[in-house]
């Protein structure tokens, strides 16, 4: 008696490559996809085929491949924030792939160890990458226990937006509390926030998030340059405090335009700019939340949208509005409401 052949063929070979390569890209992450490129050759050959990429960094990253020197998200952040930085997006890429070989024999890895080569090195494989998303372990910018601060900023070859929301605390308000009375707001910036150190504090968060921006920009060019299929760029992390952001049209200027880049740092320069200032000393926003203390600034390049069109302004009004999600986004509808204050700032 023998068997039927059919018995013995492996029927997922009979999906076809589109429908393989659309779970990939539903899956995303890069160190999930690498563990699948060692499943099968077919798998090896289609994983670098992928358009949808995550680069997810753990908690903990060996610097150098050097297992005795690592970066831990519960130790203190260096005073050089921005070298943690550069060294968490040169070597975090490691992980996924240090034990990788080669399924086609031999001990040729299957993309080649961070600790000898860089992330747009290891990135090289992913050829056909048209929407690429690295988050980060933490923020960049430290802030006292309490505070909260977001951002967002849109680049080309140099800023284009940025937004920046922060307050001194965020809350939820019993249901019983009655602050009415308890914050004195007319609507305007009340003498007290530029004699307490408000306005200093402020400009601290401005200038930190923009260094942030910049400097997390300044890193990618690399990955850009490299990878001419990219049509979106999403650089975030795990706290949600910032996120830079590239769409079509911004990458396809940051390849036609030379990037600026600062005499001082390894981040790109940031133009003199226009801001627009709001403040609120209390927000109560929907489900009992309350955010005390709340700015908002939203920074465009000096000479850019001042013409006052109006499609302009709107897509300028949906960037700002558009900017976060949940309650944050809800404190922004609020804000832009308010008076708002004009400010200048020259390029660093």
Known sequence: MQSHPS????HFDRIPDSLVLLVFNKLADIQSLGRCSTVSKRFYALVPLVHDVLVKFDGVVSVDGDSDEALSLSSPKPRNVFAHLLRLLLFAFLRPFQ???NINGGNKPL???LSRHSP???LKNFTHVRNLRIELPAGDVGTEDGVFLK???EFGSTLQNCVILGGTRM???????NLEGSVEDNGSIPESFYTNGGLKLRVVWTISSLIAASTRHYLLRQIINDHPTLRSLVLTDADGQGTLIMGAEQLKEFREKPLAASLSSNRTQVPASNMKLRYAPYLELAEGMGMQGVTLVAIKPAGEG??????????AEAFICGAFDGPFRAAVKALVKRRTYLLEMNGF
Do not use: F, I, N
């Open 120 to 122: 747009a090195r290891v």
């Open 99 to 101: 034990s990788l070989q």
């Open 306 to 315: 001042t013409g006052g069109g109006s499609s302009s302004r709107k897509e």
């Open 111 to 113: 993309l080649p160890q």
């Open 151 to 153: 951002w967002t900023a």
């Open 7 to 10: 018995l013995y063929r492996d």
């Open 171 to 177: 809350e939820r308000r019993p249901a019983s509390a």
